[in-house]
């Protein structure tokens, strides 16, 4: 993986996962406005992130750190793990984005039709399709301006203008979304306020819209209006791709959260709605 605090798309590789996938919450609607003003519920087809019986034992220990954890989360949806200091929230996002390998379970992607049923097999979740951002990670930054921040992990041999062009539309797009582009691409990311920061380390990992993107207490160690603007940018965020997040920031995360479960110590993971 790269040195620097973010996965970069290209810097990840881990081994394949498969197995077979259950629709436990999977979001078989979504909402249309007709003529008239009312809201109806139509099916349609949507895919289904899902992490069966997954089990973490890593060389060494004596304990699993991960016992049989299973959740699923719908595309574009937003979800919250929280739970005691030690559970296991880290490890089990570490396993997600392939940095380390379950010792037991899948982690696939489901495509589901329109009556719910299975659409294909169930894909591996690549690495190359997610995104992480770990916790401060601006501490990682290690370019002197922006743009060399945000391009680190891309390719270095010669690319084709088409492909070039295509980077760099990339690029604004995920600038924009994170509300980066009105930033000068020379600007020392270290010299960025606090919420900036944590924009930066949002756009790298957009650049590839990932299948689901972690973020690890995006909330941490950030000043009020730092943290207001991050759950404000989520928020928009969270119509573009599926989110996944662990914090101890639930009442500010609280507006945006789909579904939640909790760590229990000892690594086993349940659906809890946040304790307020
Ligand atoms: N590779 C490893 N080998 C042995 N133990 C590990 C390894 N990785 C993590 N641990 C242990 O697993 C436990 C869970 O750690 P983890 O960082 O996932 O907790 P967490 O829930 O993210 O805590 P926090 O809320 O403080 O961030 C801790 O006791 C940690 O020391
Ligand atoms: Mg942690």
Redesign the pocket.
Known sequence: MASSAFASPWSLRSPKLQGQASPTAAKSSSRLRFRGGGLRRIRCDHSCFEVKSVGYH?P??QFN?LKDVSFSLPEKSFGLIF????????????LLAGL?KPTSGSIIIQRYGDSGEHKGPPEHLSPEKVGIVF?FPERYFIADNVLDEITFGWPRQKVSTQSKKQLAFKLQRAFNWVGLDRISLDKDPHSLSGGYKRRLALAIQLVEVPDLLIL??PLAGLDWKARTDVVKLLKHLKREVTILV?S?DLRELASLVDQSWR?EMG?TLREDSLPF
């Open positions: 890593p060494g220990t750190l739970g005691q200091s030690g559970s296991g929230k880290t490890t089990l996002l570490q380390n916790q690890d207490e662990v101890h760590m690594g």
